[in-house]
């Protein structure tokens, strides 16, 4: 059975830190890219940043980019999200999510591709 299970979300001050943790099971790892999405209220739910478990490439979206760092563990089957100089607008409900590669060399942006979800950690910045 696939599964991803986030943790490490919670309660943090505006420019305080987080990191987010991806367990990632039942799946072959390696052949797979994870992203981390988000979905505050009202919103929609969006991309926030992404991994090529296989050969490490990332991306980002643009509001995070220089504040989140996405990362792997691969012999632990972990996907890791440093997210630092948190603000309240980065509140949200954070999931890990997966998808396979298919050969491909393209990080994923987009929820309605991944294949595989978690169940979230909310994050919360207060001001």
């Known amino acids: 059975e696939v599964q991803l299970v986030e943790s490490g979300g919670g309660l943090v001050q505006a420019g305080g830190s987080l990191r987010l943790s991806c367990a990632a099971s039942?799946?072959?790892?390696?052949?797979?890219?994870v992203g981390w999405f988000r979905q505050a209220p009202g919103k929609e739910r969006e991309g926030v940043s992404c991994?090529?478990?296989?050969?490490?490439?990332?991306d980002y979206a643009d509001s995070v980019k220089g504040r989140f760092t996405i990362s792997s563990d691969n012999a632990k089957k972990m996907v890791y999200l440093q997210m630092n100089r948190l603000t309240p607008e980065d509140t949200a409900v954070y999931y890990c999510?997966?998808?396979?590669?298919?050969?491909?060399?393209?990080?994923?942006?987009?929820?309605?591709?991944?294949?595989?979800w978690g169940k979230g950690t909310l994050v919360t910045v207060s001001s």
């Open positions: 999510a997966a998808v396979p590669t298919m050969g491909t060399h393209i990080c994923p942006h987009y929820a309605i591709t991944m294949d595989y």
């Open positions: 039942g799946f072959p790892f390696d052949d797979y890219a």
């Open positions: 991994i090529l478990v296989s050969d490490g490439m990332t």
